[in-house]
């Protein structure tokens, strides 16, 4: 029985999908939480 294996095109986008779905969900993340606690631009020492 053969070990399982990724395919090489796999591995090499996975870096690039573990990128941009870092990009996508840190301000996803930061717009959730600034929208439901008193955030205020102006005065950063709020967050």
Sequence with gaps: MKGWRIPA?????????????????????LTLYSSFTAFRLTQPASL
């Design 9 to 29: 095109p796999v591995l090499l986008l996975l870096p690039a999908f573990v990128v941009l779905a870092a990009d996508v969900i840190v301000p996803l993340r």
